[in-house]
T-cell receptor, first 110, second 113 residues
Framework: DAKTTQPNSMESNEEEPVHLPCNHSTISGTDYIHWYRQLPSQGPEYVIHGLTSNVNNRMASLAIAEDRKSSTLILHRATLRDAAVYYCILESWGAQKLVFGQGTRLTINP | ETGVTQSPTHLIKTRGQQVTLRCSSQSGHNTVSWYQQALGQGPQFIFQYYREEENGRGNFPPRFSGLQFPNYSSELNVNALELDDSALYLC????????????FGPGTRLLVL
């Protein structure tokens, strides 16, 4: 399973943008980059995913490096409800098996 | 659209007992995956069910078994419980061969004493 590396923790202020980095230098051509987050006492929640191009949805944006060896999840305007553990995961198309790492614990200050 | 539901929410068992956890998949989804999440760790893949058969398994012993029913709901069974089986058990549903990702339920928290 291809491995991802994320910082253990990050801190930001409410209403400011947050950039969560992820390194995945061993990514293969068929691996999709997924981001999930897990709020306290809840199951993981899908945030966004992409293959090669940058992606936007109502929750966040995903910026993928040209060589695909790293990506950044962008929360444009953080709120207190965005405090969670964020997981960056590589999934081979069709495998449908998510390999979670330790994730990044994001703290949002009021 | 109904989301993924799991029951029970919490459970306490003693070492050596057996437990069955249940999951109802999201409407329209035909694949169910189970994950174990120990305290402070990321979820670990146990196995996946598709068309009522196991379709991929993580590094878990045979005492972890499962079932998928014709309505795509699923059960996770754990025999001979050990203290280390204490964890949050998560179920995720998805539609095989689609571009959609997995959707998780809230989990069942199991405590083994």
């Amino acid at each position: 399973d291809a491995k991802t590396t994320q910082p253990n923790s990050m801190e930001s202020n409410e209403e400011e943008p947050v950039h969560l980095p992820c390194n995945h230098s061993t990514i293969s051509g068929t691996d999709y980059i997924h981001w999930y987050r897990q709020l306290p006492s809840q199951g993981p929640e899908y945030v966004i995913h992409g293959l090669t191009s940058n992606v936007n949805n109502r929750m966040a944006s995903l910026a993928i490096a040209e060589d695909r060896k790293s990506s950044t999840l962008i929360l444009h305007r953080a709120t207190l409800r965005d405090a969670a553990v964020y997981y960056c995961i590589l999934e081979s198309w069709g495998a449908q098996k998510l390999v979670f790492g330790q994730g990044t614990r994001l703290t949002i200050n009021p | 659209e109904t989301g993924v539901t799991q029951s029970p929410t919490h459970l306490i068992k003693t070492r050596g007992q057996q437990v069955t956890l249940r999951c109802s998949s999201q409407s329209g989804h035909n694949t169910v995956s189970w994950y174990q999440q120990a305290l402070g760790q990321g979820p670990q893949f146990i196995f996946q069910y598709y068309r009522e058969e196991e379709n991929g398994r993580g590094n878990f012993p045979p005492r972890f078994s499962g079932l998928q029913f014709p309505n795509y709901s699923s059960e996770l069974n754990v025999n001979a419980l050990e203290l280390d089986d204490s964890a949050l058990y998560l179920c995720a549903s998805s539609l095989r061969d689609s571009k959609e990702t997995q959707y998780f339920g809230p989990g069942t928290r199991l405590l083994v004493l």
